[in-house]
């Protein structure tokens, strides 16, 4: 069965950094990719990044785009969140999940969280002075 466990959140001032991991089980490459997603108080839950189990191919959502840093390690079944200058709307619940399309052609395919089928617990991330 598929299990994933986030950890590595914490609080941080502005521009520090934090390293998310996903800690996964069960998973193949049918399912296609794993994501990070995120959820503030009041806001939707909206896509942070991805990567594709099959080639390796990440996306990201334009705030996130030359700070964060989504990669995976398969030797540990393990995706990573590199997440630096870091700032206060960046402060939300992550959470990782297995699944996403099987098509990434489409823009933005990526971040329908519909798509994924199995998710994590969540990690907190809070970003204050």
């Known amino acids: 069965q598929v299990q994933l466990v986030e950890s590595g959140g914490g609080s941080v001032q502005p521009g520090g950094s934090l390293r998310l991991s996903c800690a996964a089980s069960g998973i193949t490459l049918g399912h296609n990719a794993i994501g990070w997603f995120r959820q503030a108080p009041g806001k939707e839950r909206e896509g942070v990044a991805c990567?594709?189990?099959?080639?390796?191919?990440?996306y990201y959502a334009d705030s996130v785009k030359g700070r964060f840093t989504i990669s995976r390690d398969n030797a540990k079944n393990t995706v990573y969140l590199q997440m630096n200058s870091l700032n206060p709307e960046d402060t939300a619940l992550y959470y990782c999940a297995a699944g996403g399309p099987s098509d990434f052609a489409l823009p933005s395919r990526w971040s329908v969280k519909s798509d994924y089928g199995y998710w994590g617990q969540g990690t907190q991330v809070t970003v204050s002075s």
């Open positions: 990567i594709r189990l099959r080639n390796g191919r990440t």
